[in-house]
């Protein structure tokens, strides 16, 4: 061949290289889809470079993932296993750890593609023709603008991801406070106190104090099962239906009823509800309640008669069950001047170095010798035991506490 035909074939080869890589760059600056991608390359490299057959993997999750597969007769696989991808850089030799079934028979040429270290893909070529040259310096170097385009659309869609989750959350926490009581009411016949912990951003408890009128009042806890956006909503719900029951009647046994048809309802079974509902009426000086469930709250009387009482009587957990299988109400009657203590499991399941739960025993204990206390001073002084009972240990779920003083 002449000086002349050799440069004009250096020239073309050249004029198709270009081609190739404005054509790969383009379609990367459109925003192309990585299926759109992966197609233009290909079909960029079959027809503009020395190229019969190829085979691509990319590198994903501690495996290479096939991605191209062209003009290749053999039973190739879906994946590979990195601890089965060597490469000897020294001898120029890649060695893959395969089935028998598997064959690379007619692939003749690899060209890896690194970050640093670290090998992003593999692309594996047999030539259209073996007399002709492959540039594989330029093939290599149109990969790396392939994979990395790739890499790329992969992080954005994390980072999208990460931000619809943050959003998420944020709309779930904003929800979740909504719920609770701006205010809870601090007079001289009733003084009403919460500390909640959220075990994360949002959390799974709920309690509410409603007064119906200057005689009656309701409160209630509940502690819904899952969490995020999914448990928000539909504590968000069971609140909804819960304050409109309370607007129209103030029997416990049909609102409790209508509370777990609801929340059967909107979740089929899949979730429930741990919830205490109570009611103080200071004429008649009774209460009455349902138990649907829950950690049984703690009745301290003031007049010392006698250990604090559990409130147990009720149901079972809301939501299991279309119709609950048993309903009772609890009542307590000629009470003057007492303290209800509603909590949820997280505060007597909080762990200390030993993995020894709090327990219920310790927090009867703690009440029985601090009955008297005004609701706030009960919260410090018994966070404050809690916290030196943990000692920094990770709170497990989500610790609420509401104390009601009746005068």
Not at 219 to 234: E, H, N, R, T, Y
Not at 291 to 313: F, S, T, V, W
Request: hydrophobic share 35%; net charge negative.
């Amino acid at each position: 061949m002449n000086p002349l035909t050799t440069e004009t074939v250096k020239y073309q080869r050249k004029e198709l290289e270009l081609k190739a890589l404005l054509e790969i760059t383009q379609a990367i600056n459109e925003n192309k889809t990585e299926s759109v991608l992966l197609n233009i390359f290909k079909f960029t490299c079959l027809v503009h470079l020395n190229i019969k057959s190829m085979v691509l993997y990319v590198a994903s999750g501690g495996k290479f993932d096939l991605r191209i597969s062209h003009n290749v007769k053999g039973k190739i696989p879906q994946i590979i296993p990195q601890d089965a991808v060597v490469e000897n850089k020294a001898l120029g030799k890649l060695s893959l750890t395969l089935s028998e079934d598997y064959s690379f028979s007619e692939i003749d040429i690899y060209v890896p593609v690194y970050h640093k270290d670290k090998m992003l893909a593999i692309l594996l070529l047999k030539r259209k023709d073996e007399s002709s040259e492959l540039d594989l310096n330029f093939t290599q170097a149109l990969t790396n603008i392939l994979v990395v385009a790739l890499e790329n659309k992969r992080f954005a869609r994390r980072q999208l991801e990460e931000e619809r989750l943050r959003r998420e959350i944020e709309i779930a926490s904003n929800v979740q406070r909504m719920l609770f009581p701006s205010k809870l009411p601090q007079t001289d016949n009733l003084n009403a106190k919460v500390t909640y912990i959220p075990h994360s951003t949002v959390g799974g408890d709920y309690y509410d104090l409603i007064q119906k009128s200057p005689d009656e009042v309701f409160f209630c806890i509940a502690d819904v099962s899952g969490k995020g956006m999914p448990a928000a909503l539909l504590m968000s719900n069971f609140q909804a239906a819960l304050r409109t029951l309370l607007r129209s009647s103030s029997d416990l046994k049909m609102i409790v009823e209508q509370l777990n048809f609801t929340t059967f309802d909107n979740t089929q079974g899949e979730r429930f509800i741990t919830f205490f509902l109570g009611y103080y009426n200071y004429k008649t000086k009774s209460l009455s309640y349902v138990n649907a469930g829950h950690n049984p709250p703690i009745l301290c009387r003031d007049d010392a008669r006698g250990e604090p009482e559990l409130l147990e009587a009720g149901t079972t957990i809301l939501g299991a069950f279309e119709s609950l299988p048993f309903l009772e109400t609890g009542f307590r009657t000629d009470l003057n001047k007492f303290t209800l203590h509603l909590y949820t499991d997280g505060l007597t399941e909080t762990m200390n170095p030993a993995d020894e739960e709090y327990g219920d025993e310790k927090f009867t204990e703690f009440i029985k010798t601090n009955s008297y206390d005004d609701p706030t001073v009960f919260h410090s002084r018994f966070f404050d035991e809690l916290d030196s009972y943990s000692q920094g240990q990770p709170k497990c779920d989500d610790i609420t506490l509401l104390s009601i003083k009746f005068n």
